[in-house]
C-alpha cells in the first residue's frame, strides 16, 4: 500500500523559512496530484499548494508569493519551500496524493510553529 510521509516541520520565528518534504513509498508521486494541506488548532483544513500532472501549480491566497511547492522525480519527493512565516501559519501540514479514480491519499502530517 502507498504510503505518504511529511517531514521537515518545526518551530521557527516569524519571518523564518521552513522546506517540508513528502515522501512516497511503492509508487510514483509523478502519477498523482500532490497537494499540502493543513489544519490549525479548532479549524477546518484547507488546501495549501497543489501541484497537478501536468506542473501546474495553484496556492491559496494567503500564502501566494510565500510558499512554493515542486517536485523532484529522480527522488519521488514533493516540496513545500514557506517563507516569510507568519504565527497564523502554525498548523498541522499534510501531504495528499489523489489520481482521478480510487481514494486519496494522506500522510501523518508534521507540525509547523511559528512563534517567537
Known amino acids: 500500500q502507498v504510503q505518504l510521509v511529511e517531514s521537515g516541520g518545526g518551530l521557527v520565528q516569524p519571518g523564518g523559512s521552513l522546506r517540508l518534504s513528502c515522501a512516497a513509498s511503492?509508487?510514483?508521486?509523478?502519477?498523482?496530484?500532490v497537494s499540502w494541506y493543513r489544519q490549525a488548532s479548532g479549524k477546518q483544513r484547507e488546501m495549501v499548494a497543489s501541484?497537478?500532472?501536468?506542473?501546474?501549480?495553484n496556492y491559496a491566497e494567503s500564502v501566494k508569493d510565500r510558499f512554493t511547492i515542486s517536485r523532484d522525480s529522480t527522488k519521488n519527493m514533493v516540496y513545500l519551500q514557506m517563507n516569510t512565516l507568519k504565527p497564523e501559519d502554525t498548523a498541522v501540514y499534510l501531504c495528499?496524493?489523489?489520481?482521478?479514480?480510487?481514494?486519496?491519499?494522506w500522510g501523518q502530517g508534521t507540525q509547523v510553529t511559528v512563534s517567537s
Open positions: 501541484s497537478g500532472v501536468n506542473g501546474m501549480t
Open positions: 511503492k509508487s510514483a508521486l509523478s502519477m498523482y496530484t
Open positions: 495528499n496524493a489523489r489520481k482521478l479514480v480510487g481514494a486519496p491519499l
